[in-house]
C-alpha cells in the first residue's frame, strides 16, 4: 500500500551516492599523484639539463654553489640548488650523476643523470631524468 505525499525512490540518491563516492575519491587521488609526479619530473628534467649546460660550458655560475649540498662536486651541487630553487627541495647529492667525459657519437659531452623516488598515496616510482651538452672545447 501506497503512502500519501511520500514518494518511493526516496533514499535512493543516499544510496547512490554511498556507492559512487569511494570511486570518486580514488579518481581525484589518482589524478592528483599523477599531476604532481608530472611536475616533479618537469623540475628533474630542467634541474638535469640546465646542469649539464653549465658544467659543459664551464660558467662561473656552477662553482657559485659550493659544496653546502653535501657533495664535493660542484656541478652535482649546482643541479641539487637549481632543483631546490624550481620547488624540490628533497632533491640530495646522492641522486644526481655527473658524466664529464661521456660520448654521444663523436662528440665530447656533459651527462647528468637523476633518479628520484616518488611515492604518493598508493603510488611508488622512481622518476628519472638525463641531459647531455657539448664540452667547450
Given at each position: 500500500?501506497?503512502?500519501?505525499?511520500?514518494?518511493?525512490?526516496s533514499?535512493?540518491f543516499?544510496v547512490?551516492f554511498?556507492?559512487?563516492?569511494p570511486?570518486v575519491v580514488v579518481?581525484f587521488c589518482?589524478v592528483s599523484?599523477?599531476?604532481i609526479?608530472?611536475w616533479?619530473?618537469?623540475?628533474?628534467?630542467?634541474?638535469?639539463g640546465?646542469a649539464?649546460?653549465?658544467i659543459?660550458?664551464?660558467?662561473?655560475?656552477c662553482?657559485?654553489?659550493?659544496?653546502a649540498?653535501?657533495?664535493?662536486?660542484?656541478?652535482?651541487?649546482?643541479?641539487?640548488?637549481?632543483?631546490?630553487?624550481?620547488?624540490l627541495?628533497d632533491?640530495?647529492?646522492?641522486?644526481v650523476?655527473?658524466?664529464?667525459?661521456?660520448?654521444?657519437?663523436?662528440?665530447?659531452?656533459?651527462?647528468v643523470?637523476?633518479?628520484?623516488?616518488?611515492?604518493?598515496?598508493?603510488?611508488?616510482?622512481?622518476?628519472?631524468?638525463?641531459?647531455?651538452?657539448p664540452?667547450?672545447?
Amino acid at each position: 500500500m501506497r503512502r500519501l505525499g511520500r514518494d518511493e525512490t526516496s533514499g535512493s540518491f543516499a544510496v547512490d551516492f554511498a556507492l559512487i563516492l569511494p570511486l570518486v575519491v580514488v579518481i581525484f587521488c589518482g589524478v592528483s599523484a599523477l599531476a604532481i609526479a608530472f611536475w616533479k619530473q618537469s623540475i628533474l628534467q630542467a634541474a638535469a639539463g640546465e646542469a649539464a649546460r653549465c658544467i659543459a660550458l664551464a660558467a662561473s655560475a656552477c662553482a657559485s654553489t659550493g659544496g653546502a649540498c653535501g657533495s664535493a662536486d660542484q656541478g652535482v651541487c649546482y643541479a641539487v640548488t637549481v632543483a631546490a630553487s624550481r620547488g624540490l627541495a628533497d632533491l640530495t647529492a646522492a641522486q644526481v650523476t655527473v658524466d664529464r667525459g661521456a660520448t654521444l657519437g663523436t662528440a665530447s659531452v656533459t651527462s647528468v643523470a637523476i633518479a628520484y623516488p616518488f611515492s604518493m598515496f598508493w603510488v611508488s616510482v622512481r622518476l628519472t631524468a638525463s641531459a647531455a651538452y657539448p664540452n667547450a672545447s
